[in-house]
């Protein structure tokens, strides 16, 4: 019988997004809640010609174009199908195994799969009890990492949390561990406003990522973008799958940034009723996570996972993160428009009723610290 790689036999399944979510409010993947600008549906209608379809894809051409946008030279990008693929193209250039990775804790699932998958071991180091990454022990984990600490991952803002480490803390790292690859995943990059991409050209050692996936609404299509100095991406594309990007993915892009001004627009309106939403929590003393993404963490208490069936049953997707154990009660809700926003706290302050009149107690107090199961029967 075929045996895969002990590494893979050990591999932990990931949990990509459930199914049949077509149709509901989904506020789970911290996607787009409303889609891409028309001109970008408009502009993959005309490319599919079956002609062109024929052909392998293309890259020059858009890879100047995206370069401009990003304002990097071509050299300094490489395309990927999507910021996933990005994170294996990492692990496919440079981890043996038995390297190491040193990740926050939590964070972002896939850098540890693909990573796990290469044979590597990781090192977590938790964000203390206020949500803030302790630099020191961040340093300690890479420089006390044996074999040395091979890369570190930082998704900034960070997902669950939606917590942004300081360019100060970051360029700690940088400096630090110059012989560590250090990855800025900047998924949220739309919503946060903040970056460190120019400084692929001061750190030999620094990959910047960036996705289409979310504020620009493309998660369908798989199209993401690595940056790093000219050195460290000629590296990288020794190991590229030629084509990991198909034709249709890159014309979206291109049509995507010529209408960036409608993501813009977006992020916008998202980061308003993020404020809005984070004060409803407020004012029912819910604890949640400030966040500088298009998402929020909020603690709810045991009942998590009741309350997200309960969202599900009406047609509102949240994701639970209960399966963490450092995170059992904790749900992170994807920010989407105004309306949707309203209809989420609407749908919650429902709930609250209901189990308020079934309880006769502040329910959401109840929440926040120990409720059980069985009030929601
Ligand atoms: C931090 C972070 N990076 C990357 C991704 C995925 O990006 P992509 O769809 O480009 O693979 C996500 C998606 O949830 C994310 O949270």
Same mark, same amino acid.
């Given at each position: 019988?075929?045996?895969?790689?002990?590494?893979? #036999?050990?591999?932990?399944?990931?949990?990509?997004?459930?199914?049949?979510?077509?149709?509901?409010?989904?506020?789970?993947?911290?996607?787009?809640?409303?889609?891409?600008?028309?001109?970008?549906?408009?502009?993959?209608?005309?490319?599919?010609?079956?002609?062109?379809?024929?052909?392998?894809?293309?890259?020059?051409?858009? #890879?100047?174009?995206?370069?401009?946008?990003?304002?990097?030279?071509?050299?300094?990008?490489?395309?990927?199908?999507?910021?996933?693929?990005?994170?294996?193209?990492?692990?496919?250039?440079?981890?043996?195994?038995?390297?190491?990775?040193?990740?926050?804790?939590?964070?972002?699932?896939?850098?540890?799969?693909?990573?796990?998958?290469?044979?590597?071991?990781?090192?977590?180091?938790?964000?203390?009890?206020?949500?803030?990454?302790?630099?020191?022990?961040?340093?300690?984990?890479?420089?006390?990492?044996?074999?040395?600490?091979?890369?570190?991952?930082?998704?900034?803002?960070?997902?669950?949390?939606?917590?942004?480490?300081?360019?100060?803390?970051?360029?700690?790292?940088?400096?630090?561990?110059?012989?560590?690859?250090?990855?800025?995943?900047?998924?949220?990059?739309?919503?946060?406003?903040?970056?460190?991409?120019?400084?692929?050209?001061?750190?030999?050692?620094?990959?910047?990522?960036?996705?289409?996936?979310?504020?620009?609404?493309?998660?369908?299509?798989?199209?993401?973008?690595?940056?790093?100095?000219?050195?460290?991406?000629?590296?990288?594309?020794?190991?590229?799958?030629?084509?990991?990007?198909?034709?249709?993915?890159?014309?979206?892009?291109?049509?995507?940034?010529?209408?960036?001004?409608?993501?813009?627009?977006?992020? #916008?309106?998202?980061?308003?009723?993020?404020?809005?939403?984070?004060?409803?929590?407020?004012?029912?003393?819910?604890?949640?996570?400030?966040?500088?993404?298009?998402?929020?963490?909020?603690?709810?208490?045991?009942?998590?996972?009741?309350?997200?069936?309960?969202?599900?049953?009406?047609?509102?997707?949240?994701?639970?993160?209960?399966?963490?154990?450092?995170?059992?009660?904790?749900?992170?809700?994807?920010?989407?428009? #105004?309306?949707?926003?309203?209809?989420?706290?609407?749908?919650?302050?429902?709930?609250?009723?209901?189990?308020?009149?079934?309880?006769?107690?502040?329910?959401?107090?109840?929440?926040?610290?120990?409720?059980?199961?069985?009030?929601?029967?």
């Amino acid at each position: 019988m075929l045996r895969p790689r002990e590494a893979v #036999r050990l591999l932990k399944k990931y949990r990509p997004p459930m199914e049949g979510r077509a149709g509901k409010l989904r506020l789970d993947f911290n996607e787009n809640t409303v889609g891409c600008a028309p001109e970008v549906a408009r502009a993959l209608r005309r490319a599919l010609v079956p002609e062109a379809l024929a052909r392998y894809p293309e890259y020059e051409e858009g #890879r100047g174009a995206l370069a401009r946008y990003f304002n990097v030279a071509p050299g300094e990008m490489l395309l990927t199908n999507g910021t996933d693929d990005a994170i294996k193209l990492i692990t496919d250039t440079f981890v043996d195994p038995g390297d190491v990775l040193v990740v926050p804790a939590p964070t972002f699932p896939v850098f540890q799969f693909f990573h796990s998958a290469a044979g590597g071991r990781t090192v977590q180091v938790r964000f203390d009890e206020d949500f803030r990454l302790p630099l020191d022990r961040l340093l300690q984990a890479i420089n006390q990492s044996r074999p040395a600490g091979r890369w570190v991952a930082l998704a900034n803002p960070n997902n669950p949390t939606g917590t942004m480490l300081p360019k100060k803390d970051l360029a700690a790292v940088l400096e630090a561990a110059p012989r560590t690859l250090v990855l800025v995943d900047e998924a949220y990059f739309d919503f946060s406003g903040e970056t460190v991409l120019p400084w692929i050209r001061k750190y030999p050692n620094l990959a910047v990522s960036r996705t289409f996936s979310k504020a620009f609404g493309l998660a369908a299509l798989r199209m993401g973008c690595l940056f790093a100095s000219e050195g460290l991406a000629d590296d990288l594309r020794r190991a590229q799958n030629p084509f990991a990007v198909n034709a249709l993915a890159l014309a979206a892009a291109l049509e995507a940034i010529r209408h960036h001004s409608a993501v813009r627009r977006y992020a #916008r309106d998202v980061r308003a009723n993020l404020e809005v939403f984070s004060k409803w929590l407020e004012s029912r003393e819910i604890p949640y996570v400030p966040s500088r993404a298009n998402f929020v963490l909020t603690r709810v208490g045991e009942c998590a996972p009741e309350i997200a069936r309960r969202l599900r049953e009406e047609g509102i997707l949240v994701r639970d993160w209960s399966y963490d154990p450092h995170l059992r009660g904790y749900l992170r809700f994807t920010i989407g428009t #105004r309306e949707q926003t309203r209809r989420l706290i609407e749908e919650l302050a429902r709930m609250e009723h209901r189990m308020d009149t079934h309880a006769g107690s502040h329910v959401w107090r109840n929440f926040v610290s120990y409720s059980p199961t069985g009030w929601f029967a």
